[in-house]
């Protein structure tokens, strides 16, 4: 079994300002306020959490799933 990656650079849908944040191991983070323009992003429809819509890896809860039903 993989390591859970922690670190996610999320990218703004509306300004394209990108930050490398580190996740929560234990929940799915449902909102985030985009240091570049201030908007608040919300996941798309279908998405568990803003790191799942916007992020360059799912959040750990969703990887740790991938991981045991593979």
Known sequence: MG???????????LCSYQ??????????????????CKKLLKPKPGDCCVFCSY???PCP????????CA
């Open 3 to 13: 390591a859970v990656i922690l670190d996610c650079t999320l990218t703004c849908p």
């Open 55 to 57: 992020g360059t890896v």
């Open 61 to 68: 809860p969703i990887q740790l799933d991938r991981m045991c």
């Open 19 to 36: 930050e490398t944040l580190t996740m929560p191991q234990d929940a799915c983070q449902w909102f985030h306020e985009c240091a570049g």
